[in-house]
Structure formats: structure tokens, C-alpha cells
């Protein structure tokens, strides 16, 4: 079989972006529970953060104009009436010619409007010695100026962070929408591939690599995996299991049999899984490693089909993978995790097609040099002794040493 709607890399994202569309399952969780997940709703603030005025500093709260023009030559000298205690509502009201200790997170107290810092202070008894000015809120976060109540804190398809999960906690929201994990179906064939646990390996055989790499991609990225047994050279097998799969996840990703060979059957049973619409739409990328690669949309599943060597099922699974997923659960706009790095020799690339080679980054300036990690391309140590993956762009006959380019992390 002959490869057929061959895509450049772009053309494939751009098919993921337009084809590949959220699943709508959500479910509540704790917020302890909810680092990673995905917000299935805008979330809105309850009240304002913070519900008091407070000093950002440790000083002495004051009416700012009662500080203008004071400096350490010429001092401003302020009756002290107290001091605010933490957790507690101040008692106190500031009068002109007045101040009162606050230490930093204290409740301003009523009638002042900015707090001196304790080292432009000098306390004798109870009067302070000020020798720096201070304008009009300056060292005070005001009540509701980090969010205000029914402002959107959180919007709609955000991954919970810690900073987010922290801001939840201060509006003391304890349990979250968010979109339930995407299920991702993974499939290994091929007559020749036994599970990785086979102690003994009989000759011809090979332990499933990719069965344990993808899943735990997968897993990395937030989603639920099924995973199942591997699949023989015969049609009626592999399609059960693919067809199986196919109906309890939201995406499938079988590994190997996408290439040419007599006993290929992964071209048919993808075509045979769902409605069949829109089918396939990718099948070969313009790329190296990788280009046996299929991408189907079937009743609204994805469906690839990965090449058999575990390093490239690695690169295009890191390439299309996290999109893939992404889009599933809502996302959107994927940021892949590049950078610079400035390459150590020369290497040549054949125009047409994106390359990428994988590469050690060590430290430089301005940027990291990359080196490539010399071996065949089927050879998973070349990805174990890798840091990233260096792309050369598809127009581009290589790279020179000592040139700018592009890398991407593995993640």
C-alpha cells in the first residue's frame, strides 16, 4: 500500500485544530483533588480579595499628607495612638497628626490611607519620627483591588495550577467543575511485539516498548488510559480490540502496522471504526523520524495510528499527542514547551520535510548548546540520553554549527 495524503507538519495541526472537538463529560472535585485538571466552567469570585484594605509592609499607618515634604534632614512628628493586632478588626481611628503600628497584612486602620515603612520610622514613646514621604496607598492593597466580587477569576478551559488552586482557597471555594479526564485508548500489534514483563524473550520477538512510553505520555498530560492486550497480524483480532477501545474512550492510538507490509491492516480497521466521517485524513507525514503516521476523525474520535520504533512513536505522540488532547479536553491553543539553543555542528537535512534530531543541551550564551546524540534512528537510548529535540524546518537543506534553532523539550 502506497502512503496517500502525505502533510507537512503544520497542515497536520492545523487538521487536529479543526477537526478534534472538546468532550462535554464534567464532573465536581475536591480542590484538593484538582491540581492538573481542567476548569469545565468560568469560575467568579464570591467577594473581594481582599475583603479589607491591608499594609504591605510593617510601618506605621498614616494620613499620607500628613508625611509631604518630610524628609531625614527635616522629620515629621506623629502622635503613635496604638498598634493593630493580626486577625484582628482595628479599633482605631486615625486623626490628622496621628498614626498606628500595622505589621504587614494588618487591617488598615479607619481614617488612614497609607502605611510608612518601620525603617523610614523612628519610635520614641509614643511619638514617631518620619522621615520619608509616602503618597496616597502607597504600601496598602485595597479591599477587592486583587479581584473584585462577580469578576471572572478563573476562566473556562484553564489548567488549575497551584496559583489557582491558591486563589480558590482564599475565596474559601472547596470544590471545582471541572472537565472529566479524557480517556485515551492505546493499541499495540503486530505478531512479532509480547508484553514488556515477558522475562524470556524468544527469538524474533520484541517487548512492547510503546505500550508502556505512550500511556505514560499520555497519563503526563492528564488523561485516563485503557490499554489493551496486544493485538496478532489478523484482521478479525485486531479490528475487536480496535473496535473495542474505540467505543469506551474518546480518542484511540494504535502502534504499528501504519507503515507498508502485506500483513497491514491498520489502514482498514481504522477506516472501519465508527461513521467514518470525516475518515482519514492524514496518512504519512513530511517528517523524520516518524512519517508512517495516520490521523482519522471518526463519529467525532480521533484516531492515530503511530509508527512501530518506540523513538519515533515517541517524537510524533510528543508532536500531535499533547494537541490531540488538548483539544479534547478544551484547551485549545497548545504551547509546547521550546526554546533556543545554538547548535554544535553541522548538520544536513533533505528539504521537503521537517526533521527532527534528537540532542544533549548543555550550558552557553546566550544560549544552550545542543549536540545530537549520534545513532539509529529506531534506537530508544538515543532518546534515554536526550534532553530535546532539535527541529529543522522543512525548506531548510540543515543547520551550521553555531546557528540559532529551535528545540523542543521533552515533557
Known amino acids: ?4 495524503r502525505v ?3 503544520n497542515k ?6 479543526e477537526y478534534v472537538q472538546p468532550v462535554s463529560k464534567t464532573e465536581v ?16 469570585a464570591r467577594k473581594d480579595v481582599p475583603s479589607f484594605s491591608r499594609s504591605t509592609v510593617d510601618g506605621f499607618a498614616v494620613k499620607s499628607n500628613d508625611t509631604y515634604g518630610v524628609s531625614e534632614m527635616m522629620p515629621g512628628f506623629l502622635t503613635v495612638i496604638g498598634e493593630v493586632e493580626m486577625g484582628r478588626l482595628s479599633e482605631h481611628e486615625v486623626q490628622q497628626g496621628q498614626a498606628v503600628y500595622v505589621p504587614t497584612g494588618g487591617m488598615l486602620p479607619k481614617g488612614s490611607n497609607a502605611v510608612v515603612m518601620i525603617e523610614d520610622c523612628e519610635q520614641v514613646e509614643d511619638i514617631v519620627n518620619v522621615s520619608r514621604s509616602v503618597a496616597m496607598n502607597e504600601n496598602v492593597i485595597l479591599k477587592g483591588e486583587d479581584v473584585k466580587a462577580d469578576e471572572v477569576l478563573i476562566k473556562k478551559g484553564t489548567k488549575l495550577r497551584p496559583q489557582e488552586l491558591g486563589a480558590l482557597a482564599s ?3 472547596d470544590t471545582v467543575p471541572v472537565v472529566k479526564k ?14 514488556f514483563s515477558t522475562k524470556d524473550l524468544p527469538p524474533g520477538k520484541i517487548r512492547d516498548v510503546n505500550g508502556v512510553s505512550i500511556p505514560a505520555l499520555a497519563e503526563q498530560w492528564g488523561a485516563e488510559v485503557h490499554i489493551s492486550d496486544i493485538a496478532n497480524d489478523d484482521y478479525s483480532d485486531f479490528r475487536d480490540k480496535a473496535e473495542r477501545l474505540f467505543h469506551e474512550c474518546d480518542a484511540l492510538f494504535i502502534s ?13 480497521v481504522i477506516e472501519s471504526l465508527g461513521n467514518g466521517d470525516p475518515g482519514i485524513l492524514v496518512h504519512g507525514v513530511s517528517v523524520k523520524p516518524g512519517k508512517p503516521t495516520i490521523l482519522s476523525v471518526s ?10 520504533h518506540p523513538a519515533s512513536a515517541m517524537i510524533i505522540f510528543q508532536l500531535f499527542g499533547k494537541r490531540i488532547i488538548s483539544h479534547l479536553t478544551g484547551q485549545g491553543e497548545v504551547f509546547p514547551l521550546t526554546g533556543k539553543a545554538s547548535v554544535s555542528q553541522n548538520i544536513p537535512s533533505s528539504p521537503g520535510r521537517t526533521d527532527f534530531i534528537r540532542v544533549t543541551l548543555e550550558e552557553g550564551n546566550p544560549f544552550p548548546k545542543a549536540t545530537p546524540v549520534l545513532g539509529k534512528s529506531g534506537l530508544i537510548k538515543t532518546l534515554v540520553n536526550s534532553d530535546a529535540l532539535l527541529e529543522i524546518e522543512a525548506p531548510k537543506e540543515g543547520v551550521k554549527q553555531g546557528e540559532t534553532v529551535t528545540v523542543h523539550y521533552f515533557m
Do not use: C, H
Open 256 to 268: 504499528g502496522g501504519s507503515s507498508v507490509g502485506a500483513k497491514d491492516y491498520t489502514t482498514e
Open 7 to 9: 502533510q507537512p507538519v
Open 29 to 44: 472535585v475536591s480542590l484538593a483533588e484538582a491540581s492538573g485538571r481542567i476548569v469545565a466552567e468560568n469560575i467568579y
Open 12 to 17: 497536520v495541526i492545523e487538521l487536529i485544530e
Open 171 to 173: 475565596l474559601g471555594i
Open 299 to 308: 463519529s467525532q474520535k480521533p484516531v492515530v495510528g503511530l509508527p512501530g
Open 182 to 195: 479524557v480517556i485515551i485508548g492505546y493499541l499495540s500489534s503486530g505478531d512479532e511485539i509480547v508484553p
Open 1 to 4: 500500500m502506497d502512503f496517500f
